[in-house]
């Protein structure tokens, strides 16, 4: 079992955790309020804590660095093919758009398998493309850095993913992903309450 794979267990485990907690709490909060009154409260909890705990993880990721490890310049990794994901783009896809704007394909998955040995653990058995910026230097630096496109300016977005070991983002990864694993929870029950009512 690799490093990935059981974090990615611990990831399950904390979240049904936090799960229950929330929906226990939420559960006992509303149990005998009105419809009205039941409403008002779950709006008002889910847009209280978004707002918590969005600046919680905004204002952490301005307090980290990045350390120039070159690893996600080098490890893109896409469940889609480029030509998929030109297709994407093409469609509309913003996203798929901004990748192909910047990452290409690996000719062959020995020019990767060292990179990040342990994310392609975790991907075993599933479809996946690894791509790289060509633009990246052999020092690991980014050669428009001011301007590099938005993708990665926002990179790492999400707490709950996985990081390299030499990532300056690492203590931010930490410190922030209970609280989003906690957002997560938070809108799922919420969503849920909201229809039953
Ligand atoms: S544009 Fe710059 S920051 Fe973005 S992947 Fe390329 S080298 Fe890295
Ligand atoms: S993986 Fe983290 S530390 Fe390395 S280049 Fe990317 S953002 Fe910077």
């Avoid at 070991?165 to 609280?179: A, N, Q, R």
């Avoid at 694993?181 to 309450?193: D, G, H, P």
Wanted: charged share 30%; glycine share 4%; aromatic share 14%.
């Amino acid at each position: 079992m690799s490093y990935l794979n059981d974090k990615l267990k611990l990831l399950k485990k904390n979240y049904e955790m936090i799960f229950k907690d929330s929906y226990s709490q939420i559960d006992s909060a509303v149990c005998n309020l009105s419809e009205h009154d039941c409403k008002i409260y779950l709006e008002n909890r889910l847009k209280k804590f978004k707002n918590e705990a969005v600046s919680f993880i905004n204002d952490l990721k301005l307090k980290s660095k990045c350390s120039g490890c070159g690893i996600c310049c080098r490890f893109a990794v896409s469940e889609y093919s480029y030509n998929e994901l030109e297709q994407k783009a093409k469609k509309g896809d913003n996203y798929a758009a901004q990748f192909i704007s910047i990452f290409v394909p690996y000719d062959s998955p020995d020019e990767y398998e060292n990179i990040f040995p342990q994310y392609i653990k975790l991907l075993s058995g599933q479809k996946y493309y690894v791509y790289h910026c060509p633009k990246v230097t052999e020092d690991n630096k980014c050669p428009e850095y001011d301007n590099r496109p938005q993708i990665c300016k926002d990179f790492p977005d999400n707490p709950a993913g996985f990081l390299p070991p030499s990532c300056g983002f690492m203590d931010w990864k930490l410190k922030s992903e209970p609280v989003w694993l906690k957002l997560r929870a938070e809108i799922e029950i919420i969503n849920y309450f909201l229809e039953k009512i």
